[in-house]
Nanobody
Framework: QVQLVESGGGLVQAGGSLRLSCAASGRTFSSYAVGWFHQAPGKEREFVAAISSSSSDTYYADSVKGRFTISRDNAENTVYLQMNRLKPEDTAVYYC???????????????????WGQGTQVTVSS
């Protein structure tokens, strides 16, 4: 397993941007896929975006396609989530997670990720 720490959350107006970072410890980080999930108060945790270990494949929830971009720098053991054109409905705690989904269809499922960060709050005001 790897240890993950998210950062970069905050308060932003609708239409603004934030970049979240997920810093990992562990020499095997480059072998893990990484996903971002978010959870709003009273709601279940939802998939946002994911990236394969080599960065060759990325996956996005329909609600963020065209607005969010996931990327990774394995040399720095960090994954980023660039969030543009933010909306009030993006308000949530954002978590990054590392895992080894067995095939592409599994990247969307929280159960396929073994290690989770503590989360960072994103609040978008209208």
């Amino acid at each position: 397993q790897v240890q993950l720490v998210e950062s970069g959350g905050g308060l932003v107006q609708a239409g603004g941007s934030l970049r979240l970072s997920c810093a990992a410890s562990g020499r095997t980080f480059s072998s893990y896929a990484v996903g971002w999930f978010h959870q709003a108060p009273g709601k279940e945790r939802e998939f946002v975006a994911a990236i394969s270990s080599s960065s060759s494949d990325t996956y996005y929830a329909d609600s963020v396609k065209g607005r969010f971009t996931i990327s990774r720098d394995n040399a720095e053991n960090t994954v980023y989530l660039q969030m543009n054109r933010l909306k009030p409905e993006d308000t949530a705690v954002y978590y990054c997670a590392a895992g080894r989904p067995r095939y592409s269809g599994r990247y969307y499922y929280a159960n396929d990720y073994d290690s989770w960060g503590q989360g960072t709050q994103v609040t978008v005001s209208s």
